[in-house]
């Protein structure tokens, strides 16, 4: 149990310790011949039994360490935390010029924890300015890099004071010069200072027309840090920093910038007793200035993408669906994500191809832009609300992201795999079994969603030479005038019909050889079968019959002369009368006697027929 | 040599259909100046229907050939009055005519009639009015040789509607032809034709500027500029070759 909680201690402790840190402060530039001070900051619980640094070979001890303690024991709420700091400070003199390291300091506590500081850089440069009033040999071409720009290819250009050396001066420095529309850029105004500064006035900094910019300058009080120019230790602090988009081509001058600085100098002349004890210095209003710049901004090529909308950097697109399996008419949405760097604040929205079925709401936009790394980089989420309206599966396709490259100076165009919602029916959809009442559907009018031409015709129909008419075309005549001549016929030939029914008397004469045949053919039928009596019978009734019809005269009224009489009136030869006469007296006989031989009646019968067909 | 006719008869025919397939393929693919070409092609073998002119109007519009879309609408409707599918597009399309003409209001009865002409094509009307004379006939026919009185009277009654049913059929069918044949209906077809007070570039005053697509009536003819009437009224020289009939 014992052992346990010792464990238990141990371990708390190791804890705390690593809770205990050291600190270095230390200036990271200093001239060949300035004394300086490297300050260790312990902080902890515990206290520090064993401190050790060596500034090394590169500088020389002057003093120190000088050592400090403050604790801090603070009871919140009964609850007691106490901190503990010791400083250890040492005053250093570099020996030579150019970038050397101070090693790192190990700080030893009670109860036998450790801990290290940090390697810390420091840069010595042979400064100019003292070094021509105070003689030092120790001037190297070496330690002049420049700390103005913040990238390669920075263009700065600084207005340097005149008056009492270039104490004070201004920059304004632009990350790059040759740009593209939409392309963003940092610009920083930077005041450099070797004076004493009490003031500032009348800063007038550059309005930017014809960018979209930005002001991402650090907030809270101007932060001064010594910096290198042409080996000059300067205290450098940034004024104002911007991120500019420019929103038009051509050369866009940016106006330089003015501020009024307030320096004190000190009058060094006298050096009496008093000096010390009144202000004899003297504040001098100094105005710096930075001259005008000329950006050259070039067009965005031509041929731009359909889906580009505006971005000009390095962009990612992804796009997902927050719920891709749902009900009808139950909320969800697209998140289409566009990060990277480049004018992300003023890219637009992708636009999405949404089915008919989804109903789709405003998008929302949300930005996440990292001010710290000057406003370029970060990401835009694109929200699409949509609700389905029908059930099924619905494809969306590929979401597509063009943006200018920069760096390769062309389109690209990024694309998102197909989006899949699976839409089931709705619950609500379905009419409840358990209850009666129906739905409640609201009506409304199809909408149009655009109007376009109908399609083609699949089929030529049929195709004609050109400029023909069928009316008064020679077709046309032909089948007018075969309808009227068919009219005629038709009327021609019915008329007559009629005219001939309309005439009894002409009907009788022309149906009497008919009829006269048609018994002569049942005669011979008698004839064949050899009944005699029969077949004169029927000739006679043939022959007497015929005549009858003929002279349009009763049967009863006629007599051989009669018959003779009338037919030569009618134009009928007298061989045929007689012929005729010969049957009729050769049936009348035969009626009443022998029915003669079968040749015999067989010659008759012909003879019958020559004089009907002579008389017709 | 019957035989050779023939055969040079299919292959004309061949052409045409594999001319439309192609045609087809090229507008299904959004390749519109190749369906032009094709369907062109048809046409400059001497056949036409309205179909053709239809498919022709469509592929123009969507190359973006506004005047000559309108053009062959018009071309098609001429040949088939009753063409629904080339008259909703001709809607669509004149929709997007930059010109727009009031029309002088015509006497109803006048456009009723023409409308009920158009409602057939002229090859149409003359196969009724031939029907027509047909049935006239037969009831003149009935008149003349029936006995009943209402046999009678149904010819006698029939033979006179039908008679006047084929002066109708008749006068709708020449009608339309002679309008067909008259040539005077153009279509402006270059984006931009000024319209002048005489047939000279020089010496003469603009009246208006007409745009592509603008259907005019060809009044007169001097060189290379006519003088055209608008839906309105209005009376102007513009260059010849700034329209094409319809």
Redesign the interface.
């Given at each position: 149990m014992k052992r346990i909680i010792l464990s238990l201690l141990l371990s708390l402790s190791a804890l705390w310790a690593s809770a205990q840190t050291v600190k270095v402060s230390a200036p990271n530039l200093v001239s060949a011949t300035e004394q300086f001070r490297v300050t260790f900051t312990v902080e902890g619980d515990s206290k520090v039994s064993d401190f050790t640094w060596s500034p090394g070979s590169d500088f020389q001890l002057v003093w120190g360490p000088t050592k400090s303690f403050s604790s801090n024991t603070s009871i919140v709420n009964g609850k007691v935390t106490s901190s503990s700091s010791s400083s250890y400070s040492y005053l250093l003199l570099p020996l030579g010029t150019g970038k050397f390291t101070l090693g790192a300091a190990t700080a030893t506590f009670k109860g036998g924890q450790s801990a290290q500081s940090r390697p810390f850089t420091i840069e010595v440069v042979a400064d100019n300015s003292q070094a021509s009033s105070q003689g030092s040999g120790q001037q190297q071409s070496q330690g002049g890099s420049s700390q103005g720009g913040s990238s390669q290819g920075a263009v700065t250009s600084g207005g340097k004071t005149s008056g009492k050396g270039s104490d004070v001066f201004m920059s304004f420095s632009l990350s790059s010069k040759n740009l593209v529309v939409g392309q963003p850029v940092t610009a920083t105004i930077k005041l450099y200072q070797r004076a004493e500064i009490t003031g500032f006035d009348d800063a007038k900094f550059p309005s930017f027309t014809g960018f979209w910019s930005q002001d991402i300058s650090p907030q809270g009080n101007v932060v001064f840090q010594r910096e290198n120019v042409d080996n000059v230790i300067y205290n450098a602090a940034v004024l104002k920093q911007y991120v500019l988009i420019p929103q038009q081509s051509g050369d866009i001058v940016i106006e330089g910038s003015t501020l009024d600085c307030i320096v004190r100098y000190r009058n060094s002349s006298g050096g009496g007793l008093f000096d010390d004890f009144f202000d004899n210095s003297t504040s001098v209003r100094k105005r710096v200035t930075t001259p005008s710049m000329t950006v050259h901004v070039s067009k965005l090529p031509s041929g731009a993408p359909a889906s580009f909308r505006g971005g000009v950097g390095k962009f990612t697109m992804t796009a997902k669906v927050s719920k891709d399996s749902l009900y009808t008419h139950e909320a969800s949405s697209i998140v289409v994500t566009v990060s990277g760097s480049g004018n992300i604040a003023l890219v637009e929205p992708p636009v999405l191809n949404f089915p008919s079925e989804l109903e789709v709401y405003d998008t929302k936009t949300t930005e996440n832009i990292d001010r710290a790394r000057g406003g370029v980089s970060g990401s835009k989420t694109y929200e699409y609300p949509f609700i389905p309206r029908s059930y099924g599966d619905f494809v969306l396709p590929p979401v597509q992201y063009s943006y200018y490259d920069t760096e390769s100076g062309k389109y690209v165009t990024t694309q998102s795999d197909s989006l899949r919602i699976h839409v089931l029916k709705g619950a609500d959809d379905d009419a409840p079994a358990a209850t009666v009442t129906m739905p409640v559907v609201t009506k409304r009018g199809v909408k149009n969603l655009s109007e376009d031409i109908r399609f083609i015709a699949a089929k030529p129909g049929n195709l004609s030479p050109k400029g023909r008419f069928f009316v008064f075309s020679a077709a046309f005549w032909i089948i007018a005038a075969v309808l009227v001549l068919l009219f005629a016929a038709i009327w021609i030939a019915l008329s007559s019909i009629a005219a001939r029914k309309a005439d009894v008397v002409g009907t009788k004469t022309r149906k009497a050889t008919q009829m006269a045949m048609k018994r002569l053919r049942l005669a011979q039928n008698y004839l064949k079968q050899g009944i005699g009596a029969a077949f004169y019978e029927e000739l006679y009734r043939a022959m007497l019959g015929f005549v009858s019809d003929k002279l349009n005269m009763p049967a009863a009224d006629l007599s051989k002369e009669r018959i003779s009489e009338c037919l030569s009136a009618g134009g009928v030869s007298e061989e045929a009368i007689s012929k005729l006469i010969d049957v009729l007296d050769a049936c009348e006989f035969a009626r009443y006697a022998d029915a003669g031989s079968n040749e015999q009646m067989t010659a008759r019968d012909d003879k019958a027929v020559e004089a009907i067909s002579t008389i017709y | 040599m019957a035989m050779n006719a023939f055969s040079f008869n299919a292959q004309a025919s061949q052409s045409?259909?594999s001319l439309?397939t192609k045609a087809?393929a090229a507008?299904s693919e959004g390749q519109w100046s190749e369906a032009v070409a094709s369907y062109q092609a048809?046409l400059d073998k001497?056949?036409?229907?309205?179909?053709?002119y239809?498919?022709l109007a469509?592929?123009y519009?969507?190359d973006g050939w506004k005047g000559k879309a309108v053009l062959n609408y018009e071309r098609a409707l001429r040949l088939d009055p009753s063409f629904n599918?080339a008259k909703?597009?001709l809607e669509?399309?004149n929709a997007q005519i930059e010109d727009d003409i009031a029309q002088v209001p015509e006497f109803i009865l006048k456009s009723a009639a023409r409308k009920l002409c158009y409602m057939i094509s002229?090859?149409a009307?003359?196969?009724i009015?031939?029907l027509m004379?047909?049935l006239t006939?037969a009831g003149?026919?009935m008149f003349?040789?029936c006995h009943g009185s209402a046999l009678r009277k149904t010819g006698f009654f029939g033979a006179i509607a039908t008679v006047l049913l084929f002066v109708c059929a008749?006068g709708c069918?020449?009608s339309q032809?002679s309008d067909?044949?008259r040539q005077d209906k153009a279509v402006i077809i270059k984006p931009v034709a000024p319209a002048k007070s005489s047939p000279s570039a020089e010496s003469s005053a603009d009246l208006f500027v007409l745009h592509e697509g603008t259907k005019v009536t060809i009044i007169d003819e001097v060189a290379a500029w006519v003088d055209v009437e608008l839906a309105d009224g209005r009376q102007g020289w513009v260059k010849k070759d700034t329209l094409e009939i319809i």
């Amino acid at each position: 149990m014992k052992r346990i909680i010792l464990s238990l201690l141990l371990s708390l402790s190791a804890l705390w310790a690593s809770a205990q840190t050291v600190k270095v402060s230390a200036p990271n530039l200093v001239s060949a011949t300035e004394q300086f001070r490297v300050t260790f900051t312990v902080e902890g619980d515990s206290k520090v039994s064993d401190f050790t640094w060596s500034p090394g070979s590169d500088f020389q001890l002057v003093w120190g360490p000088t050592k400090s303690f403050s604790s801090n024991t603070s009871i919140v709420n009964g609850k007691v935390t106490s901190s503990s700091s010791s400083s250890y400070s040492y005053l250093l003199l570099p020996l030579g010029t150019g970038k050397f390291t101070l090693g790192a300091a190990t700080a030893t506590f009670k109860g036998g924890q450790s801990a290290q500081s940090r390697p810390f850089t420091i840069e010595v440069v042979a400064d100019n300015s003292q070094a021509s009033s105070q003689g030092s040999g120790q001037q190297q071409s070496q330690g002049g890099s420049s700390q103005g720009g913040s990238s390669q290819g920075a263009v700065t250009s600084g207005g340097k004071t005149s008056g009492k050396g270039s104490d004070v001066f201004m920059s304004f420095s632009l990350s790059s010069k040759n740009l593209v529309v939409g392309q963003p850029v940092t610009a920083t105004i930077k005041l450099y200072q070797r004076a004493e500064i009490t003031g500032f006035d009348d800063a007038k900094f550059p309005s930017f027309t014809g960018f979209w910019s930005q002001d991402i300058s650090p907030q809270g009080n101007v932060v001064f840090q010594r910096e290198n120019v042409d080996n000059v230790i300067y205290n450098a602090a940034v004024l104002k920093q911007y991120v500019l988009i420019p929103q038009q081509s051509g050369d866009i001058v940016i106006e330089g910038s003015t501020l009024d600085c307030i320096v004190r100098y000190r009058n060094s002349s006298g050096g009496g007793l008093f000096d010390d004890f009144f202000d004899n210095s003297t504040s001098v209003r100094k105005r710096v200035t930075t001259p005008s710049m000329t950006v050259h901004v070039s067009k965005l090529p031509s041929g731009a993408p359909a889906s580009f909308r505006g971005g000009v950097g390095k962009f990612t697109m992804t796009a997902k669906v927050s719920k891709d399996s749902l009900y009808t008419h139950e909320a969800s949405s697209i998140v289409v994500t566009v990060s990277g760097s480049g004018n992300i604040a003023l890219v637009e929205p992708p636009v999405l191809n949404f089915p008919s079925e989804l109903e789709v709401y405003d998008t929302k936009t949300t930005e996440n832009i990292d001010r710290a790394r000057g406003g370029v980089s970060g990401s835009k989420t694109y929200e699409y609300p949509f609700i389905p309206r029908s059930y099924g599966d619905f494809v969306l396709p590929p979401v597509q992201y063009s943006y200018y490259d920069t760096e390769s100076g062309k389109y690209v165009t990024t694309q998102s795999d197909s989006l899949r919602i699976h839409v089931l029916k709705g619950a609500d959809d379905d009419a409840p079994a358990a209850t009666v009442t129906m739905p409640v559907v609201t009506k409304r009018g199809v909408k149009n969603l655009s109007e376009d031409i109908r399609f083609i015709a699949a089929k030529p129909g049929n195709l004609s030479p050109k400029g023909r008419f069928f009316v008064f075309s020679a077709a046309f005549w032909i089948i007018a005038a075969v309808l009227v001549l068919l009219f005629a016929a038709i009327w021609i030939a019915l008329s007559s019909i009629a005219a001939r029914k309309a005439d009894v008397v002409g009907t009788k004469t022309r149906k009497a050889t008919q009829m006269a045949m048609k018994r002569l053919r049942l005669a011979q039928n008698y004839l064949k079968q050899g009944i005699g009596a029969a077949f004169y019978e029927e000739l006679y009734r043939a022959m007497l019959g015929f005549v009858s019809d003929k002279l349009n005269m009763p049967a009863a009224d006629l007599s051989k002369e009669r018959i003779s009489e009338c037919l030569s009136a009618g134009g009928v030869s007298e061989e045929a009368i007689s012929k005729l006469i010969d049957v009729l007296d050769a049936c009348e006989f035969a009626r009443y006697a022998d029915a003669g031989s079968n040749e015999q009646m067989t010659a008759r019968d012909d003879k019958a027929v020559e004089a009907i067909s002579t008389i017709y | 040599m019957a035989m050779n006719a023939f055969s040079f008869n299919a292959q004309a025919s061949q052409s045409v259909d594999s001319l439309w397939t192609k045609a087809a393929a090229a507008y299904s693919e959004g390749q519109w100046s190749e369906a032009v070409a094709s369907y062109q092609a048809i046409l400059d073998k001497g056949v036409e229907s309205p179909k053709l002119y239809y498919n022709l109007a469509g592929a123009y519009f969507k190359d973006g050939w506004k005047g000559k879309a309108v053009l062959n609408y018009e071309r098609a409707l001429r040949l088939d009055p009753s063409f629904n599918d080339a008259k909703y597009n001709l809607e669509i399309v004149n929709a997007q005519i930059e010109d727009d003409i009031a029309q002088v209001p015509e006497f109803i009865l006048k456009s009723a009639a023409r409308k009920l002409c158009y409602m057939i094509s002229s090859d149409a009307w003359a196969v009724i009015s031939l029907l027509m004379l047909a049935l006239t006939l037969a009831g003149v026919l009935m008149f003349v040789l029936c006995h009943g009185s209402a046999l009678r009277k149904t010819g006698f009654f029939g033979a006179i509607a039908t008679v006047l049913l084929f002066v109708c059929a008749l006068g709708c069918s020449l009608s339309q032809r002679s309008d067909a044949l008259r040539q005077d209906k153009a279509v402006i077809i270059k984006p931009v034709a000024p319209a002048k007070s005489s047939p000279s570039a020089e010496s003469s005053a603009d009246l208006f500027v007409l745009h592509e697509g603008t259907k005019v009536t060809i009044i007169d003819e001097v060189a290379a500029w006519v003088d055209v009437e608008l839906a309105d009224g209005r009376q102007g020289w513009v260059k010849k070759d700034t329209l094409e009939i319809i």
